[in-house]
């Protein structure tokens, strides 16, 4: 498995530590990570920069966060061209597909009527990515307007849409007080990519806070410093032999740079992530 971990991490290092993006890049490549994940928002109209900053360090893409809305419109095609171009520009290979977000005001029967068309754009849009060499995957996304937000959600489209992957994202079953490891036994025959994300009850690292189902207020911390059963989940992912990329994801920690330092020294010292010997 390689490590990865978001180029908004890396952004919010280069403004906090008043380091340019060249420079936060490198300090990202130094830890021995070798991919960032780059949203769909950073990509569009920055292709040329984006791919050459990258190139410069020796940093690939592992995939590509990508918004759209299937649920209220139907041209799938029109939507997606501009983000299918640049992944194939940036050499992208995966998309991380969120494909709409529900209304609060939306009727139960319209709720519905949105996650069918959802699961329709999601084929489409898999049979489109094709042609570009671009496979997608989905998360349990943490939000309740997403129709994704749980494993059921989440289950629905991997049952709907043979194309599709599980983008495991190992925080976000918490914020439905869902279990992690039940999680994951349930979804390991189609996980395709992996978020590494931990969550923390006190604000040691960051205040920034997430409201779980249950009652209990998150925080974010670096991976390995919170409550999840992190080490058991990574075991689990070597044993059943995956062999993708793993995204180090915090937003909301006060230091971005020692969070990631952090979580990237806690995984080392995990047999999945433990460097060669020379």
Request: some cysteine.
């Amino acid at each position: 498995m390689e490590l990865a971990t978001f180029y908004d991490h890396v952004k919010d290092i280069a403004r906090q530590e008043r380091v340019s993006m060249t420079e936060a890049l490198q300090r990202v490549r130094s830890l021995g990570i070798t991919y960032v994940e780059v949203s769909q928002n950073n990509a569009l109209g920055q292709e040329d920069v984006l791919g050459h900053e990258l190139s410069y360090v020796g940093l690939g893409i592992s995939s590509m966060p990508a918004y759209f809305d299937f649920g209220r419109d139907g041209d799938i095609e029109k939507q997606s061209g501009p983000t299918l171009e640049a992944a194939r520009f940036l050499g992208v290979k995966k998309l991380l597909v969120i494909p709409g977000f529900w209304g609060e005001g939306d009727s139960p029967q319209e709720r519905e009527r949105q996650r069918e068309r959802m699961a329709g754009g999601v084929n489409r849009l898999a049979e489109l990515a094709g042609g570009y060499g671009v496979s997608l995957v989905m998360e349990e996304y943490d939000s309740p307007l997403a129709p994704f937000s749980n494993t059921e959600g989440v289950r629905y489209f991997l049952d709907r849409c043979p194309g599709l992957g599980c983008c495991f994202d190992t925080g976000n079953f918490r914020v439905v007080a869902e279990d992690e490891l039940a999680a994951y036994e349930g979804f390991k025959d189609r996980i395709g990519h992996v978020h590494l994300k931990d969550r923390g009850y006190t604000p040691a690292w960051g205040a920034h806070t997430t409201a779980a189902a249950d009652g209990q207020t998150l925080y974010p911390v670096p991976v390995g410093k919170g409550e999840l059963r992190m080490g058991e989940l990574l075991a689990r992912l070597g044993r059943d032999g995956y062999e993708g990329v793993c995204t180090i994801e915090h937003y909301g920690v006060e230091n971005m740079w020692t969070a990631l330092q952090a979580s990237v020294e806690w995984l080392r010292a995990q047999p999945a992530f433990a460097e060669p010997t020379p």
